[in-house]
């Protein structure tokens, strides 16, 4: 595949160790970066982001191959696999930096994110009202490194086990037709 035929997604759905470990297992994403984005500092590090005082969201920006999975497809595994109507906390994860978040790259983009979340609201598929922040992509700052595939690295630790684990079983659960093989 042609790096130049992979289109942009960027999420913030809380700790992006949950939203990273998510999005690696879906075909068709080629790649996750954890990062942050949404604020007013550059290259801010993650001791600074995680005060809240940055005004960044914790996120992953998703390069994904659009004949093997659509945008609307990925905006519906991010819906499922987070809180998205807890405004800025996702469980013990309290402050903007987890707030939940859609950061288009294309007015289409943005157009399709406003139809998940009307078709969702619709449905009732949660009992709240969906808080979901649907802004422009700016710039995306990659984390540290020790950041970077953390689930997959640790994924014995406690906080892997109680947090992110369920968030990965519902993925398989609502969305196995997903995953890479």
Not at 28 to 39: D, L, P, Q, Y
Not at 120 to 131: D, G, T
Request: hydrophobic share 35%.
């Amino acid at each position: 595949m042609n790096l130049n035929e992979l289109e942009k997604a960027t999420f913030a759905g809380g700790c992006f160790w949950c939203t990273e470990a998510v999005f690696q297992r879906v075909e068709g994403v080629e790649k996750v970066i954890s990062g942050f984005t949404g604020g007013n500092i550059k290259n801010p590090p993650y001791r600074e982001v995680i005060t809240g005082r940055t005004g960044h969201a914790e996120a992953i920006e998703i390069q994904f191959d659009p004949s093997k999975t659509s945008f609307e497809e990925l905006l519906n595994i991010f819906f499922a696999t987070h809180d998205p109507t807890t405004l800025n906390r996702q469980q013990n994860d309290v402050g903007t930096q987890y707030r939940s978040a859609v950061f288009y790259h294309s007015e289409e983009q943005k157009q399709t994110a406003e139809k998940v979340i009307d078709q969702l609201e619709k449905e009732k598929v949660f009992a709240n009202p969906i808080v979901t922040e649907i802004a422009a992509a700016g710039p995306f700052y990659k984390a540290e490194e020790e950041h970077h595939d953390y689930y997959n690295k640790h994924g014995s630790q406690p906080y892997c086990q109680i947090i992110i684990d369920p968030k990965v079983q519902k993925l398989k659960e609502k969305f196995a037709h997903k995953l890479k093989s």
